[in-house]
């Protein structure tokens, strides 16, 4: 029968309404009165349990007009109002249906077989209940040993039961394994250090790995049982005695079966599934002890690498990349900065970073690795002043003064209006350093020369060693 055929077409409205947390707490509330009160759920105490619990949640609901087609409905903005409204919606949409006691005008809820079905879904999806997973091994184990003893009547129930056990394990193992999978994957898109942690304890280990991994390692283990389930499996079906009584009781609790070798086979194919998915599941348990070992140590990674990498120059631009990585993958109104990978290019400059050092200003030119020494300490200004120390700064302060730039230009110009460097006598570092500060000096209100700079720009080597450009000197005014 088609699914849509048994439900009607606007079950799941609710889930995707502007209103879907409102009712989320409704239908969560819904199965609490189920198991509450069982056979008899008044609408007045499911009302009253649900006012309790989502008071803010109903306060904020919004009456979307199209919801409802009885506009009188829309007039109460109370709480109690919006709590009917909710109400209300839920009987339109199929979740419930209202029946009124005749003799006492009483309203109760009833629920439809597929919506009970539903609510038990969302409430164990929503619930903190560690029992979530069943002990399908141990119990599958237990029955077929206690059949195995006793031989009773109930041997082929418990072969059925070892059945459906069976293809309920399979299912909870590939959940496993997939979800540690998807948590792996997961990891490539967080960028919180207090993220991976949530997803990590309070996701992965509350969804899959206490309820199901861990069972499935201790207590529940599938290979420790693997080999006695077998074992006993194939004692049924090697003994005559047991495989004739169970062929027998076949034939009795399964219509579908209409021979003895109908029976046989049936009971051979039921064993064999179950032997065989217990292998394969053994060789699944391995590789989920692999992947959650990758997924355990890949978050340790993650969490080490995010609470380190802000706290240095390279950390700060790796958060920058970061904060990039969001927007590529349309995080963050990735949309609204599609062209940023373009803006970030035409924003950076990058520049060469030099030293200089005695040795930067002559010829040869020598490139020499940074060598790190010991941190400067900082001055406390409590010592005293050492007053050679002053006087020699002093002194070389006074050898570069304006007035000492100005007349080794003057001496340098003589006679003459204008002059080039290669005019300039330069004998030692001493000249070299003056020359380089008549040049600066030349862009002075107060100077008597300015620079002028040749197209093309030749170049100069003084003593075999001081390189510099040829540039211009002209007297103002002449």
């Given amino acids: 029968m088609n699914f849509f055929n048994k439900i009607p077409d606007n079950f799941?409205?609710?889930?995707?309404?502007?209103?879907?947390?409102?009712?989320?707490?409704?239908?969560?509330?819904?199965f609490d009165c189920l198991t509450l009160y069982r056979n008899k759920i008044r609408k007045s105490d499911y009302l009253d349990l649900l006012k309790s619990r989502g008071e803010n949640e109903i306060n904020l609901f919004k009456v979307e007009v199209d919801e409802f087609e009885d506009n009188s409905l829309l007039v109460e903005p109370t709480l109690a109002g919006k709590a009917n409204l909710v109400v209300r919606r839920l009987v339109d949409t199929g979740w419930i249906m209202i029946d009124t006691d005749l003799k006492t005008g009483?309203?109760?809820?009833?629920?439809?077989s597929y919506s009970i079905s539903m609510l038990k879904i969302i409430y164990e999806f929503v619930s903190d209940n560690e029992s979530k997973y069943i002990s399908y091994v141990h119990s599958t184990f237990a029955d077929l040993q206690y059949e195995d003893e006793s031989q009773d009547e109930f041997m082929y129930r418990s072969l059925v039961n070892a059945v459906n056990?069976?293809?309920?394990?399979?299912?909870?193992?590939?959940k496993l394994n997939h979800s540690i999978k998807v948590f792996h994957?997961?990891?490539?898109?967080?960028?919180s250090p207090n993220e991976v942690l949530e997803q990590h304890f309070d996701i992965a280990r509350e969804d899959v790995v206490d309820p199901i991994y861990h069972p499935l390692k201790t207590n529940d283990s599938i290979i420790l049982y693997n080999g006695p389930i077998n074992f006993i499996l194939k004692r049924w079906l090697n003994t005559d005695a047991v495989r004739e009584k169970l062929v027998n009781q076949a034939l009795i609790y399964n219509r579908n079966l209409h021979s003895k070798e109908e029976a046989i086979n049936d009971i051979i194919k039921k064993i064999n599934y179950i032997s065989d998915t217990y292998s394969h599941l053994a060789g699944?348990?391995?590789?989920?002890?692999?992947?959650?070992?990758?997924?355990?140590?890949a978050t340790t990674e993650k969490v080490i690498y995010l609470n380190n990498s802000d706290k240095t120059i390279k950390g700060k631009l790796e958060t920058i990349f970061l904060a990039l990585a969001k927007v590529i993958n349309g995080e963050e109104n990735g949309s609204i900065y599609k062209d940023v990978i373009k803006d970030i290019n035409n924003s950076i400059n990058l520049y060469q970073q030099g030293y200089l050092d005695e040795y930067s200003l002559q010829r040869p030119y020598k490139r020499n690795p940074r060598n790190?020494?010991?941190p400067m300490m900082i001055d406390d200004f409590d010592h005293e002043v050492n007053e050679g120390l002053m006087q020699s700064l002093l002194d070389i302060m006074d050898q570069y003064s304006d007035e000492k730039i100005l007349d080794?230009?003057?001496?340098?110009?003589k006679d003459q209006k204008e002059i080039n460097v290669s005019d300039i006598n330069v004998k030692d570092v001493e000249d070299f350093i003056m020359v380089i500060l008549g040049s600066v000096k030349a862009s002075d209100d107060n100077s008597f020369y300015t620079l002028k700079r040749k197209d093309p720009m030749t170049r100069v080597i003084k003593q075999e060693k001081y390189d510099m450009p040829d540039y211009g000197y002209v007297k103002k005014g002449e």
């Fill in 284 to 297: 699944d348990m391995e590789e989920i002890d692999k992947a959650q070992s990758e997924y355990t140590l």
């Fill in 106 to 112: 009483c309203e109760y809820i009833l629920l439809p």
């Fill in 372 to 374: 790190d020494g010991e």
């Fill in 12 to 30: 799941f409205s609710i889930l995707s309404s502007k209103n879907k947390n409102v009712y989320g707490i409704a239908l969560v509330t819904l």
């Fill in 165 to 174: 056990n069976t293809k309920e394990l399979e299912l909870e193992v590939s």
């Fill in 408 to 413: 080794f230009m003057d001496k340098a110009f």
């Fill in 185 to 191: 994957k997961q990891l490539s898109n967080i960028f």
